[in-house]
């Protein structure tokens, strides 16, 4: 087995616990040993929930392996049940006690308890967080989702949203930005599920004329599902950037059968970046990875919306690697797809980008290559579940946007200052950059070169957002001229020469 000190998804119990704890209602007991209630953690500490996930583990020990562990899960079942009498259960296994065997699904309808359990087979050693959430909340549906209602001529169209889950990347600040224009268009929106959503709430989702799928990552399964036994047809357009919002709208009015001019609002996303000097957007080479659907999305607004070159784009989602490799092929590149974040790591030194757009994970190698980062997906830190209203999709998710991937780069108009006044007797000629440290060498393949420390010095007082430009063309220009050693001398001529 790889040891890792990151990983981009959990195993798929926590998907569970995603669905779960985004629900009313529905409570999941989850056979697993003792030090596997982490999990808690993620909602309470990261999402900054004031609650605990709905979730009862058996918390079985080592010298429990010897005796009844099937009766400590039905003792932890019938427990739970009182404790907290829930309209529905879900019952399952982590990946340690999954070698176990104790069959939690049968164990729990062995009780004959009064509400529904739903059992969950999430097999932990083949797949991750996301397909278990996408299960879980599958499985969910086809337990509880009712028969249609009868649809009358003249009905006010109805709509489900469907996908936003308990510790999901600004979902609850997406779903307030995307109710409102769903409202504007004049539909009806008839269930948002997961988000909030009681088993009641599933049983209706047959009222509803058609589907949007706000997180394929999520609610794909669930609404190919609705679709076959309901006949629904989905909306699979993601309203990330301006145009995508636009065309999500135009899908929506299309299948709703109404005018879309009614959703259209300002957003000051266009003009700004027809405004803001080109120095600091146009041909910004760009680095891209999360899961799948931020990554596409961030993608087609980097390039068509800021003017960004595209040089890497990759998702730690395999499952979705078709859509992702035929996205890169849009721009002429080859996907990344990987759950090693070394290997995303090594892709974006060999690049050196100018931005790097991705996940916490992301952060960290961007700030260690002294390289800007926004973070545009999961997984994400505390500080991604910000207390303003910070959409990523809509009109406004669109201005979120802008003001999170560009003003970092913006922040080098402070380094031009530093360069022009070094000299001044308040600077010496040591300053670092303000407020990044200066990037260390990026070895690029054959690298057979040295900087002199003066050289290195003056290169990082160089704005950041052209530094890796200008390490790339003097070390061209080095291996041209035949030197081994970059000198501060051979820096200014490289300057010269491509100036010219």
């Known amino acids: 087995m790889q040891l890792t000190l990151w990983t981009y998804e959990g195993p798929p119990h926590v998907g569970a616990m995603r669905i779960a704890t985004a629900m009313r209602g529905v409570h999941y007991v989850l056979h697993a040993p003792q030090g596997d209630t982490y999990a808690d953690l993620l909602f309470t500490m990261i999402e900054r929930r004031d609650r605990r996930p709905p979730v009862t583990y058996t918390t079985f020990q080592a010298r429990d ?4 562990t099937a009766g400590l899960f039905k003792n932890a079942v019938r427990e739970a049940y009182e404790r ?3 309209e529905a259960m879900l019952v399952g296994a982590s990946c340690t006690a999954e070698l176990i065997q104790d069959d939690p699904g049968g164990l729990a309808r062995a009780l004959d308890l009064p509400v529904p ?15 278990g959430a996408s299960e879980t909340f599958y499985q969910l549906v086809r337990a509880f989702a009712g028969p249609a209602r009868k ?10 949203l469907l996908g936003p889950t308990a510790l999901g990347f600004r979902h609850r600040d997406d779903l307030r930005e995307i109710t409102g224009l769903i409202e504007r268009l004049g539909v009806v929106i008839n269930v948002i599920a997961p988000w ?9 989702l047959g009222d509803a004329d058609f589907n949007i799928v706000l997180y394929p990552e999520i609610a794909d399964t669930t609404a190919r599902y609705l679709e076959k036994q309901f006949g629904q047809p989905t909306v699979r357009t993601v309203p990330i950037g301006v145009g995508a919002t636009r065309d999500f709208i135009t899908e929506v009015a299309r299948i709703a059968g109404i005018d879309a001019a009614r959703a259209e609002e300002s957003c000051n996303l266009p003009w700004y970046s027809r405004s803001v000097d080109s120095t600091y957007l146009t041909g910004k080479r760009v680095f891209i990875f999360g899961d799948a659907t931020h990554a596409i999305a961030a993608a087609r607004v980097a390039v068509r919306e800021l003017g960004f070159e595209l040089v890497g784009l990759g998702t730690y989602s395999r499952e ?7 996205a890169a092929a849009e721009y002429n590149l080859e996907a990344l797809i990987t759950d090693d974040y070394l290997e995303v790591e090594a892709r974006i030194a060999a690049l050196q980008p100018e931005l790097v757009l991705g996940t916490q994970m992301e952060r960290h190698v961007a700030k260690k290559l002294g390289v800007p980062c926004a973070v545009i997906s999961a997984p994400v830190h505390v500080q991604d579940f910000p207390a303003r209203f910070s959409p990523q999709m809509g009109f406004e998710g669109a201005n979120v946007l802008f003001d999170s991937w560009v003003h970092p780069l913006m922040m080098g108009l402070e380094e031009h200052l530093i360069g022009m006044f070094r000299e001044d007797f308040e ?11 200066p990037a260390p060498a990026v070895p690029t393949p054959n690298m057979t070169l040295v900087w002199a420390p003066d050289a290195e010095r003056e290169l990082g007082r160089i704005p950041f957002f052209v530094r890796g430009k200008a ?8 291996r041209e001229q035949g030197l081994a050693t970059i000198t501060l001398e051979a820096l200014y001529d490289a300057k010269a020469h491509f100036a010219r």
Do not use: M
């Open 65 to 68: 392996l010897g005796g009844d």
């Open 427 to 437: 600077f010496t000629p040591d300053s670092a950059p303000s407020h990044l440290a």
């Open 471 to 478: 390490r790339r063309n003097t070390e061209h220009f080095a």
């Open 84 to 86: 907290f009498t829930p």
């Open 320 to 326: 979705f690697g078709r859509e992702i490799r035929a």
């Open 117 to 131: 359990v739903v059992a969950l087979e999430l097999p932990a050693y083949q797949r991750k967080e996301n397909w």
């Open 196 to 204: 909030q959503a009681s088993p009641a709430d599933l049983a209706r």
């Open 151 to 160: 649809h009358e001529p003249g009905d006010v169209p109805r709509c489900n």
